[in-house]
């Protein structure tokens, strides 16, 4: 029985047994009696997975719901009779926002135009902007391949490429890239292709900056992101940050692998807030007191400002910075899958998020990008020589400490 439950997901285990989510919220798990978490995160995450999160004991956790659910001895079999279409989700993508919807309904279409005979596909696409429940925070305690969907895809530097899980299933080659994509005359250079084929790069979301000249006064207009760091712009500048107090990590990881530790700690005492880019938004040209002079934010932001005026939309001299978003294939589904990968690889694909300024690295895609653009991509050798999660972690104590002044 209790394997029987520890394999299937949270969303199955609720359906089935409703009595079970006073369970769930006795233990801390309340989260998941929002019906759109159970719908999204919960079709993902198995519930083996959320109890090693959480430091549950499985055993007794799952002795409680056997009798919660009223199969402690001949419903067993039952519940085992549903494992088989409770299974792995064949597609989980974590997308960006501006770019959830438009692939969303294209994927359906998609769908219903595959044949009648055609295997069945589960999916789930959500916008990695979702605050109930933070999907990374299982990542690290996967332990075997069959607890993670058969195709993933997120943006950024996440739990994905963090060392537990790269020890665990990137080294062993549980993952493969699927396209020889190196990107249209732009990106070609920078180098997309993973050298050691494990992930595919689909697009990037771009950073830019984006000036303020009203809150800017006097001081130079930056050009280049090492302007950022200059003392003229203490408490100046606005980055992404979260309500739970996380900060870009592309660009604190891009700004130590160009200027170190010290670069890490000018960033920190130059940022004015961890915002949403729609804060920055609605605050670049309002004249508002608490107005940053110099927003970092991704380029589909940038060009939602609608007063432009006093406004100048920076793309750095060195480079607009590179956060890429990958996709992760399990390599014994890619054949299985063919059409699906085929699909997301595809043009359609490809052109939804070259219209929302993510550029894609489908070479038929016209990404609109000037000519005498230049990129910042921190590049594959130093992602997978890095241990990304202990690296980010004393980035993230460096630029704090400035950030409340300490140190300085």
């Known amino acids: 029985m209790e394997s029987t439950f520890l394999d299937m997901t949270i969303g199955r285990i609720v359906a089935e047994h409703p009595a079970a989510l006073a369970l769930f919220e006795a233990n801390g798990l309340g989260v998941f009696a929002d019906p759109e978490v159970r719908e999204s995160f919960g079709?993902?995450?198995r519930l083996r997975s959320v109890l090693r999160e959480r430091r549950i004991d499985p055993e007794a956790f799952c002795r409680r719901l056997a009798e919660a659910a009223g199969t402690a001895e001949s419903g067993a079999r039952a519940v085992e009779e549903t494992l088989p279409g409770a299974g792995t989700v064949n597609l989980f993508a974590l997308l960006p926002c501006p770019l959830k919807v438009p692939v969303e309904e294209a994927f359906r279409r998609f769908l219903q135009g595959r044949p009648v005979d055609a295997r069945p596909i589960t999916f789930c696409i959500e916008g990695n902007a979702n605050n109930q429940v933070d999907y990374y925070d299982y990542v690290a305690h996967f332990e075997t391949i069959d607890e993670l969907p058969d195709v993933i895809v997120t943006p950024g530097f996440n739990g994905f490429f963090h060392r537990g899980f790269v020890e665990r299933f990137i080294k062993p080659g549980d993952f493969e890239a699927v396209v020889d994509f190196a990107g249209d005359r732009h990106l070609a250079a920078l180098g997309v292709l993973d050298p050691e084929r494990h992930y595919t790069m689909l697009c990037m979301n771009l950073l830019v900056l984006v000036v303020d000249k009203g809150r800017l006064g006097e001081r130079p207009v930056p050009r280049r992101w090492r302007d950022l760091l200059a003392p003229e712009?203490?408490?100046?500048?606005?980055?992404?940050?979260n309500r739970d107090g996380s900060f870009c990590e592309t660009l604190?990881?891009?700004i130590h692998k160009a200027f170190g530790m010290e670069g890490v700690r000018r960033l920190g005492r130059s940022t004015l807030h961890g915002w949403h880019p729609s804060q920055m938004v609605k605050a670049a040209g309002s004249g508002r007191d608490d107005a940053p002079a110099v927003s970092v934010m991704p380029l589909f932001f940038a060009n939602a400002i609608r007063n432009r005026d006093d406004v100048e939309i920076v793309w750095p001299g060195d480079g607009a910075l590179v956060s890429p978003v990958t996709m992760l294939v399990k390599r014994d589904?890619?054949?299985?899958?063919?059409?699906?990968?085929?699909?997301?690889?595809?043009?359609?694909?490809?052109?939804?998020?070259a219209g929302a300024f993510f550029p894609a690295v489908h070479p038929e895609v016209d990404n609109g990008i000037p000519g005498e653009a230049t990129f910042f991509w921190i590049g594959w050798e130093?992602?997978?020589?890095?241990?990304?999660?202990?690296l980010l972690a004393e980035i993230d104590a460096e630029f704090r400490r400035a950030l409340r002044g300490e140190g300085a």
């Open 233 to 241: 712009l203490e408490k100046s500048v606005a980055i992404r940050g």
């Open 382 to 390: 130093f992602v997978k020589e890095h241990d990304i999660e202990a």
């Open 43 to 45: 079709t993902v995450v």
């Open 252 to 254: 604190l990881l891009a």
């Open 333 to 353: 589904r890619r054949e299985e899958l063919a059409d699906v990968l085929r699909f997301i690889t595809g043009p359609e694909v490809a052109r939804i998020c």
